[in-house]
DNA sequence: CTCCAAAGTCTACTCCAGTTGCGTTAAGTC
DNA sequence: GACTTAACGCAACTGGAGTAGACTTTGGAG
């Protein structure tokens, strides 16, 4: 990323993104700012506005390192578990008081630029290419059909959760979760997901 | 409203309105500016931040209006191409040079102020009402199992088109509505979503 | 150990979104 | 047709995000 990354870069970019979480899970996107995070991570004010550019870049760049830490990837044996344990997970991330909010300001972020766009497009191609193994899994057992898009499952698994989230606004609920799964559940059974 | 609807002020509304949908269309919600608006209207800026106080504002106000609008649902006879019609109706309207980016503003500024969101949320609630009458329809026929969730069904078709645009940004084709419309379908009929 | 340039700090500045106070216009009322 | 006041227009102001340029620190190479 830098030419000199050791020693003091190496404080500045920790204490920076540091920062940036403790704000955003703090005061989500809204009340995140360029000057606030240099205040709370001791670097100045120029120095993140040279490295990270602005509000946009910051988030960038905490993305980056959201993408690194891998999930858990259920298996419990049934494609109809798995898929509900997946759903939860993500629904019981946004209902986290700490993770919930960093969360949204991702999504949020990245609806005004091209940057943090394509961080978190970049971000969900991982997610949902681990996830659809659950789905690989289901074709080898026989309880799904030979040709099912595994993301595409995983998509339409989880889509109502985050369009309820950030469409409708409506409250999301661990019952909304499951039903959300067991219909893509049975959807990829009837073939319907290719 | 206001306390003097005639004459000047529903001419200043109007401007205002129509210089708002104008500016959407053109440069999208990033490039949106009180200041903008109100030079494209001929009304003067503080006028504007009076009546509208921000450009989260103005988005709530012109959401009012596309909710007025109501929309085709369409009886064709059969639920499946019933639904492939209203997710194709969302994916084509989002495509659409005109239409795309004003709806895009819609959703991004609800993620950033209460009141859009509020806005927003009313005008799904009311959108997912009007199409639930093709589920209704379904299980007046017996296509779809009494006690179907309409509002539900409706979601769970939509969802996966607004997943892809607003939070995984990646791009939506046709196929893509037809196939999320499908397995909604398939779920319905199967007694999941209620 | 020495050197040098990359990276960070500091001060002062610009610019523009949003505000304030006051004067002007015209909508609604009798 | 005169009066009241809600609503609009206007110009000057404020505050904070973002920039510019000179100066200082320090990581890394020889």
């Known amino acids: 990323m830098e ?20 704000e955003l899970a703090e005061q989500g996107y809204g009340g995140l700012t360029v000057e606030n995070v240099a205040i709370r991570s001791g670097v100045h004010k120029t120095t993140v506005y040279r490295r990270w550019g602005s509000v946009e870049g910051l988030i960038a760049d905490a993305l980056g390192i959201a993408r690194e830490e891998p999930w858990p990837i259920p298996d419990t044996g049934s494609f109809q578990e798995d898929l509900r344990e997946i759903v939860l997970l ?19 972020a990245a609806a005004q630029s091209g ?10 191609t991982a997610r ?15 309880e799904v059909p030979a040709g099912t898009d595994g993301a595409e499952v995983i ?3 989880v889509a109502p959760i985050y369009y309820r989230l ?12 499951i039903r959300a799964a067991d219909a893509a559940t049975v959807a990829a059974r009837a073939g319907v997901i290719r």
């Open 3 to 22: 030419q000199r990354p050791g020693g003091r870069s190496a404080r500045v970019r920790d204490a920076v993104r540091q920062a940036t979480l403790a």
């Open 90 to 108: 993500v629904q019981r991330g946004f209902a986290d008081p700490v993770a919930g909010p960093i969360s949204t300001a991702f999504v949020t």
């Open 115 to 124: 940057d943090a766009a394509r961080s978190l497009h970049d971000f969900f």
């Open 128 to 142: 949902h290419e681990q996830a659809a193994e659950v789905v690989r899994r289901a074709v080898e057992r026989g």
């Open 155 to 157: 998509r339409m698994a």
């Open 166 to 177: 950030f469409v409708t606004h409506e409250p999301v609920t661990e019952h909304d979760a």
